[in-house]
């Protein structure tokens, strides 16, 4: 039987996996989805895995070949820390925890005014924000803007500029969020922006994510619980 923890991370890893996939027909990258996982044959952009399991037990093997293990970087989201990929080839990176908001819970107020990236010079500007110097900001293509279900939440200051943000990624059962950021004040700072923007967006979806260290804390001290574990696999060449 299903808990409803369970049911909340098995939510949880199929909104994640289909954010993956919008990220990566942004970069002419087709992945598909299958029973156990979905998966691109080719490399994923940057931060992005090849892989994502959506339902526990998934068969490993059947797994790894679906992707691309020659060109380095491979990686997989494994969603319920149920596998060990270290035969194949792989190393675990890092642990994290998926996390839960309900639709019921109260928005925080914000003082900064938000908007939704309507155009490529709004999305540009939210990346370099985003990415705050690391040269990565093209991760971002003005392609994104053209997924349905693909909301980039921009915090403004009074005088127009971007400081705070997130990506809110909308599936049948959940609103995931991610790349959560403020140029000040760390994930404390934006979520009641991204959180206002959300309820306001999607009031009757229940918020996922993922989280570790400082920023999991910070987003459970922001009405969020953790429900269950995943690890990220990299495979070493």
């Known amino acids: 039987m ?11 890893a199929r909104n994640n996996a289909e954010w993956c996939a919008a990220m990566s027909r942004s970069h002419g990258l087709a992945g598909e989805f ?7 044959p080719s490399r994923t952009p940057l931060y992005y895995p090849d892989a994502v399991t959506l339902v526990p037990g998934a068969d490993r093997a059947a797994l790894v070949s679906r992707i691309d293990t020659v060109a380095p970087g491979a990686s997989v989201k494994d969603s319920f820390a149920d596998l060990d990929l270290t035969e194949a080839g792989f190393q675990m990176l890092f642990e994290a925890q998926w996390i839960h908001r309900p639709a019921s819970a109260p928005a925080p107020v914000s003082d900064l005014a938000w908007d939704v990236a309507g155009d490529p010079d ?8 985003w990415d705050d110097g690391d040269g990565n900001a093209d991760l971002f293509r003005p392609e994104l803007l053209d997924d349905p279900a693909t909301f980039v939440l921009v915090g403004q200051s009074a005088d127009g500029r971007v400081v705070t943000g997130a990506v809110a990624s909308r599936s049948d ?4 969020i991610s790349n959560v950021f403020a140029l000040d004040g760390g994930p404390d700072a934006a979520w009641p ?3 206002d923007a959300v309820t306001w967006l999607f009031p009757t979806l ?11 804390a910070a ?10 574990p995943l690890r990220i696999w990299l495979h070493s060449q």
């Open 2 to 12: 299903t808990t409803p923890k369970q049911f909340l991370v098995r939510a949880a």
């Open 34 to 40: 299958g029973t156990h996982a979905w998966a691109a």
């Open 122 to 129: 709004m999305l540009h500007a939210w990346a370099l924000a």
């Open 173 to 176: 059962q959940a609103v995931g």
């Open 193 to 195: 922006v991204v959180l």
């Open 206 to 216: 229940p918020v996922v994510g993922y989280e570790q260290g400082d920023a999991l």
């Open 219 to 228: 987003a459970v001290r922001h009405g969020f619980e953790p429900v269950g």
